[in-house]
């Protein structure tokens, strides 16, 4: 077995690589195919006439929008809850890091590192935290982009990935029981984080009003993010409404995500939004101009946030609690509790 563990490093490293490969490969085909045929002269006067009170607004609002995400986050705890600002730090820190590295899921480990190791939160809360978190999400933007469809006029091209997000978001929701109801089979009830978690996701079952109140956060919180795609359009000039706006962010955030790509998804993140806006009548060099703008407002702050926690704290310090930043308080009861230094 020992003589096998170089061959497997050996393999995940070449598997990294070829995911890196290919990131590289569809990055750049991708925006190779957003950028052409585009008129650089009038690409050019969008950006000497770029609004800049505009994009400062809509950044505003994407910055409410962050706080209203991290609030979402923070209802989902049914016991002691942590701190808004460390709410919003993790998440921000997690989606960042998506951002910069090609295996996505860094940062969902980075959030779960900094819950559990930094700030004593229950392996299984956190874990359950930032599934439901994923579930609502799923459920909102796959029922947002279903009323798009009612926008499109011809859907033949969008409808089957349409379609194909409702059904992963049905498929979400219904994960949830069917893992509560595994968890009590004795082949997993030997897997302390599987019970633990189980046992949080029963509790917000009898939680009415805060998994309630968290889906209408999410409600909000995408909305927010379409109106912030919708005053950088007004600002440069876009007949879109703020609905087009959202329906054209949610299509490029889940093409983005459901292929590998450069970091930030660069070029990939382009040619979605310009494919989208030309789906509602939007010209090639007007879109492909909002598109770079919308794509530094919704991926930079984020990025810029996991950034300063990286060289403030250090990679170990993140996520091994110690550090003289961001100690934990108490942390005599949090170990005995299981509950949350705040």
């Given at each position: 077995?020992?003589r096998a563990?170089?061959?497997?490093?050996?393999?995940g490293?070449?598997?990294?690589?070829?995911?890196?490969?290919?990131?590289?490969?569809v990055?750049?085909t991708?925006g190779?195919?957003?950028?052409?045929?585009?008129d650089?002269?009038?690409?050019a006067?969008?950006?000497?006439s770029?609004?800049?009170?505009?994009?400062?607004?809509?950044?505003?609002?994407?910055?409410?929008?962050?706080?209203v995400?991290?609030?979402r986050?923070q209802?989902?705890?049914?016991e002691?809850?942590?701190h808004?600002p460390?709410m919003?730090l993790?998440?921000?820190?997690g989606?960042g890091?998506?951002?910069?590295?090609?295996?996505?899921?860094?940062?969902?480990?980075?959030?779960?590192?900094?819950?559990?190791?930094?700030?004593?939160?229950?392996?299984?809360?956190?874990?359950?935290?930032?599934?439901?978190?994923?579930v609502?999400?799923?459920?909102?933007?796959?029922?947002?982009?279903?009323?798009?469809l009612?926008?499109?006029?011809d859907?033949?091209?969008?409808l089957?990935?349409?379609?194909?997000a409702f059904?992963v978001?049905?498929?979400?929701?219904?994960?949830?029981?069917?893992?509560v109801?595994?968890?009590?089979?004795?082949?997993?009830r030997?897997i302390p984080?599987?019970?633990s978690?189980?046992?949080?996701?029963?509790?917000?079952?009898?939680a009415?009003?805060?998994?309630?109140?968290?889906?209408?956060?999410?409600?909000?919180?995408w909305?927010l993010?379409?109106?912030c795609?919708?005053?950088?359009?007004?600002?440069?000039?876009?007949?879109i409404?703020?609905?087009?706006?959202t329906?054209?962010?949610?299509?490029?955030?889940y093409f983005?995500?459901?292929?590998?790509?450069?970091?930030?998804?660069?070029?990939?993140?382009?040619?979605a939004?310009?494919?989208?806006?030309?789906?509602?009548?939007?010209?090639?060099?007007?879109s492909?101009?909002?598109?770079?703008?919308?794509?530094?407002?919704?991926f930079?702050?984020p990025i810029l946030?996991?950034?300063a926690?990286?060289l403030?704290?250090?990679?170990?310090?993140m996520?091994s609690?110690s550090g003289?930043?961001?100690?934990?308080?108490?942390?005599?009861?949090?170990?005995?509790t299981?509950r949350?230094?705040?």
């Amino acid at each position: 077995m020992l003589r096998a563990f170089p061959h497997t490093a050996r393999r995940g490293l070449k598997d990294a690589r070829v995911r890196a490969a290919l990131g590289v490969a569809v990055g750049l085909t991708l925006g190779w195919l957003a950028v052409r045929g585009v008129d650089w002269g009038l690409v050019a006067e969008e950006f000497n006439s770029f609004p800049v009170k505009w994009a400062v607004a809509s950044l505003a609002v994407m910055m409410l929008s962050t706080v209203v995400r991290a609030y979402r986050w923070q209802r989902l705890f049914l016991e002691e809850k942590p701190h808004l600002p460390r709410m919003f730090l993790v998440q921000n820190t997690g989606i960042g890091l998506n951002s910069l590295v090609p295996l996505r899921v860094a940062g969902e480990g980075a959030q779960f590192a900094l819950l559990t190791l930094r700030y004593g939160v229950r392996r299984g809360v956190a874990l359950g935290t930032m599934g439901v978190e994923r579930v609502l999400d799923l459920v909102v933007t796959a029922s947002l982009l279903m009323a798009g469809l009612t926008l499109i006029p011809d859907k033949g091209d969008v409808l089957p990935y349409v379609v194909g997000a409702f059904v992963v978001a049905v498929a979400s929701v219904i994960a949830i029981p069917f893992l509560v109801y595994l968890s009590a089979k004795p082949f997993l009830r030997r897997i302390p984080l599987i019970v633990s978690t189980a046992g949080y996701l029963t509790d917000l079952g009898k939680a009415k009003f805060a998994i309630t109140s968290a889906l209408f956060l999410t409600l909000g919180y995408w909305l927010l993010v379409g109106v912030c795609g919708w005053l950088l359009a007004v600002g440069m000039g876009l007949d879109i409404s703020a609905f087009v706006a959202t329906v054209a962010i949610l299509g490029a955030i889940y093409f983005t995500t459901s292929l590998p790509g450069l970091p930030a998804s660069l070029g990939t993140f382009e040619f979605a939004v310009v494919y989208v806006l030309k789906l509602f009548g939007v010209a090639q060099a007007a879109s492909f101009s909002y598109a770079v703008g919308l794509h530094a407002i919704l991926f930079l702050p984020p990025i810029l946030i996991a950034v300063a926690m990286l060289l403030t704290l250090g990679v170990k310090s993140m996520v091994s609690g110690s550090g003289p930043q961001m100690q934990r308080s108490e942390p005599a009861a949090v170990k005995d509790t299981g509950r949350i230094g705040v």
